[in-house]
């Protein structure tokens, strides 16, 4: 038959059928459909960088909980530490990159990334009572927000870097709920704040202009996004056209949901809109720069593993595309090298001696569902948390809780 006439046949049975799979409610259907061609033969690098092309690897299915962790070979990196003191857990760095700001428990430790040295230098110290979880600082670099107690504190990023240790704390927001925060989040255009709540399974919502209009508090309270009281809501990621907000709920069954941003700063009740099965304790999640894929951390699998955006949006039951297995009880991570690379921070809880690393996988073979897609662990200090890249890119930080330290990577030097 003349291929022209093929193509023809095909697309007049197009036109027939799509309508009647529709009526007859199979439209997830052809999403699915549409999201597996999408996520099957070649696509752009997995960083996000859109530099090459990516072959992607067959079906992935989440990884069951497990203390079997990798055994690769030990990479050399030039480092440099900085001690904090106090426990260091959640780190930011201004949008300028000319400071970090790291919670250490009851207080925020103010950094100067350029001080002329590979470590930042500690440049003041914040009170900020319970501040032991993440810290996130507004596009525009006005405002650091820290995670502690039911809310999170609002402090100047000016009045902190100038070293007003009095004056720096502007107030704390809260909703009406009897619960811990858990990880603090801002979207990109800075107008919303997200809490994650673990016990309760909720994520608050404030406006965050209006907050600071009502002097805290409760102002600017928008509501709850209900997740369910098992989902032990985690970490968060804004997809990069800022529609999609990505929360990891942290139980043994994991699940990555997904979540409206416009409906969320509207109607949060309503804001939820799927969810997929994503491993044993899903602990923090970044999105590609393209948006195509999400990245998350397994904590209690030891693996990181890649969700297709796509089949995300179509609710494909198979969202997975990629999977590694890295170090003991994996939480931060963070794309290094444009992308072509993510750092995973191994916390090593309760784990085996000499087990604190930062572990480093090629984001190209993972896709691909290589074996080589660990290139190898980077040592640490005691219980790597969390990691922020330098806005340069040169500079990776990672927060060593027990170890009290801010440990600093050269990009540059990695394999």
């Not at 810290?135 to 107690?149: E, N, Q, W």
């Not at 990555?256 to 923090?284: E, I, W």
Request: glycine share 14%.
């Amino acid at each position: 038959m003349n291929p022209f006439t093929t193509i023809a046949i095909l697309l007049g049975l197009t036109v027939l059928f799509v309508p009647l799979f529709k009526r007859a409610g199979l439209g997830s259907v052809l999403g699915y459909l549409a999201a597996l061609h999408h996520g099957s033969g070649t696509t752009s690098t997995g960083g996000g960088g859109g530099h090459g092309s990516t072959p992607v690897a067959a079906v992935v299915t989440a990884p069951p909980c497990s203390a079997r962790a990798a055994t690769p070979k030990r990479l050399t990196a030039s480092t440099g530490t900085t001690a904090v003191g106090g426990s260091p857990f959640g780190i930011a760095v201004t949008p300028d990159g000319g400071y970090s700001f790291v919670s250490t428990g009851n207080a925020v430790a103010v950094l100067n990334n350029h001080n002329g040295s590979l470590a930042p230098a500690q440049a003041a110290t914040i009170p900020a009572s319970g501040a032991k979880k993440t810290v996130t600082i507004t596009p525009d670099g006005k405002y650091v927000l820290a995670a502690a107690g039911n809310g999170a504190y609002v402090i100047s990023a000016t009045e902190a870097e100038n070293g007003n240790a009095a004056g720096a704390v502007l107030g704390q927001i809260a909703p009406a709920l009897e619960d811990t925060s858990n990880e603090v989040f801002v979207s990109s255009d800075g107008k919303l704040v997200f809490i994650t709540y673990q016990n309760t399974g909720n994520v608050a919502v404030f406006n965050l202009p209006q907050a600071i209009a009502g002097r805290y508090g409760q102002a600017g309270v928008i509501g709850m996004i209900p997740l369910g009281i098992k989902s032990m809501p985690q970490a968060m990621a804004e997809s990069p056209d800022g529609r999609w907000l990505y929360v990891t709920g942290e139980s043994q069954d994991g699940r990555l949901y997904r979540v409206d941003m416009a409906k969320a700063g509207t109607d949060p009740g309503h804001a939820p809109v799927s969810s997929a099965s994503a491993g044993c304790a899903p602990a923090r999640v970044v999105v590609s720069a393209d948006g195509k894929y999400v990245w998350v951390t397994d904590r209690d699998s030891n693996a990181l593993v890649a969700f297709s955006a796509a089949r995300l949006l179509a609710n494909s039951p198979q969202p997975l595309v990629a999977k590694v297995t890295v170090g003991q009880k994996p939480i931060g991570l963070s794309f290094v090298n444009g992308g072509s690379q993510i750092m995973v921070a191994d916390a090593n809880s309760g784990g085996p001696s000499g087990a604190d690393n930062l572990a480093l996988v090629s984001t190209q073979l993972a896709l691909q569902g290589k074996s080589g897609a660990l290139s190898g662990f980077i040592p640490t200090g005691q219980q790597p948390r969390d990691l922020a890249l330098e806005p340069d890119g040169k500079t990776l930080l990672s927060t060593d809780t027990k170890a009290g330290q801010l440990l600093a990577i050269d990009v540059r030097s990695l394999p």
